[in-house]
């Protein structure tokens, strides 16, 4: 995204605008603002945003876009709204931005953060927070201090809503509905941390006290950053398998991402949890991986296979399993990679396994493999519409697949479309169009958002 469309920047030009015009009011005599106050504040999340922008220490202090936000939402809590505002703008145009253009992308963050500080400091005001912060007034700060995190999550996310409408052209209903269910909470948490920074600091102890709120967000923020690592080497570990894949069986190149995206969408209308959507695309990626084990000149073979030749490809799943034993990331996974050749009828391989005896993963898989691979082009044969392999699946139904599996495929279809180009990095799923379907590898819509702030993974928000 190194080019920015004329109508994200005329997005990002109009969203500054706002925020300078917001911050107005405090260039206006006897507006009563302690600027040492936004003074410590803007230079604490200023330094706070620092150790991701140094390249000595970035690599080894997990921060990222959220991890400081409760500095934000104490300044909301303690100043006025405009000069709330300025607090933000160090920081954000200090913060790391690993895309070009990085300047842009710099005044976009500051703008956002400016905008979203001042409406939640608007909302605590508005639902008389001010003077709440000294015992014992302090309980009825609680919920002014809930009503400006609500706030503040609401404008971050009608704001990345509005970037992603104009930079990727998505619906902006679409993406609000994707960003809000995961970004509310996580504020809402900021929001009680940034209470409790405020409290200390009207406290007698000062400001200085209010700095311990920072060190267990700071513990969880190394947490989160701990996980992110974990979850980019299962990534590489994936890709090197399936590029492996891909070189010895070139015939096939494309299909595993296509089938672990298809897996997904199958999983999705099945309502599977999302932690197990992971899986399930890990799934359909490495469903093949045992053709690893399989000769060359076997996979390779343009005329028909032999009886022992076909006995020779019918191992590999037990192949796969046995080369993924080992990998605990994988989950159910394993179980798919190895019953995905199953039949409900029970003539299917390697074990021969009946209807619910084959793993809810193996059932997904099959469905989604067999319609790839009936949609994909191969050297013997042409690809077939895609609504004549879902009338095949429908056909087989109850025999070879289970129909619940195909009746998901088929309703996540008439939704979302189907595109079978694909490149060779997925780390998560986000909802096709019909007529102009993302790349399959395209990065969820939280990650997309956070792409416009600071590209480290780190805080929980």
Do not use: N
Request: aromatic share 8%; net charge positive.
């Amino acid at each position: 995204m190194s080019s920015i469309p004329a109508a994200a920047r005329a997005y990002v030009l109009g969203v500054m605008l706002c925020a300078a015009v917001g911050a107005l009011p405090i260039t206006r005599a006897g507006s009563g603002v302690s600027w040492s106050a936004v003074g410590l504040l803007a230079g604490l999340y200023a330094v706070c945003e620092l150790p991701a922008h140094c390249r000595y220490l970035g690599s080894h202090v997990p921060v990222g876009a959220g991890s400081f936000f409760p500095v934000l939402l104490a300044a909301a809590f303690l100043l006025p709204p405009a000069a709330a505002a300025l607090v933000a703008v160090p920081g954000a145009l200090l913060g790391r931005v690993d895309e070009r253009p990085a300047a842009i992308r710099r005044i976009w963050r500051a703008s956002q953060l400016a905008l979203a500080t001042s409406g939640a400091a608007q909302a605590y005001l508005l639902l008389g927070g001010a003077g709440t912060l000294r015992a014992p007034d302090f309980p009825y700060a609680l919920v002014p201090a809930a009503a400006g995190a609500l706030a503040f999550c609401l404008v971050l996310t009608a704001l990345d809503g509005g970037i992603l409408a104009t930079v990727e052209r998505l619906p902006v209903g679409a993406a609000w509905r994707e960003l809000l269910p995961r970004s509310l909470a996580p504020h809402l948490v900021h929001g009680l941390a940034g209470l409790m920074m405020a409290v200390l600091w009207r406290s007698p102890y000062g400001p200085l006290s209010a700095l311990f709120v920072l060190l267990p967000m700071y513990i969880s923020c190394w947490i989160f950053g701990q996980y992110h690592r974990e979850r980019a080497a299962h990534q590489a570990t994936i890709r090197a398998l399936v590029q492996a894949v891909d070189l010895k069986d070139k015939y096939t190149r494309g299909h595993s991402e296509r089938v672990g995206r298809a897996s997904v969408l199958i999983a999705r209308e099945l309502d599977m949890e999302e932690e197990r959507l992971e899986v399930i695309r890990f799934a359909g990626i490495l469903h093949d991986v045992g053709k690893l084990g399989v000769p060359t000149r076997v996979l390779r073979k343009d005329g028909p296979l032999t009886p022992d030749e076909r006995r020779v490809i019918e191992l590999h799943p037990e192949y796969g399993h046995e080369m993924v034993r080992g990998i605990g990331f994988l989950g159910e996974a394993r179980a798919a990679i190895l019953h995905h050749h199953e039949r409900l009828d029970g003539s299917g391989y390697p074990y021969g396994l009946v209807g619910r005896q084959i793993p809810e993963f193996a059932r997904v898989v099959a469905v989604a493999d067999a319609f790839d691979a009936m949609t994909s082009t191969r050297t013997y044969r042409r690809a077939r519409p895609v609504a004549s392999a879902l009338e095949e699946l429908k056909r087989c139904a109850g025999t070879q697949f289970d129909p619940q599996m195909v009746r998901a495929l088929v309703r996540a279809l008439e939704r979302h479309g189907w595109e079978t180009a694909v490149t060779a990095d997925e780390p998560a799923w986000v909802p096709a169009q019909p007529e102009r379907g993302p790349g399959p590898w395209a990065e969820s819509l939280p990650v997309r958002a956070a792409v416009w702030g600071r590209e480290s993974a780190g805080g929980p928000g």
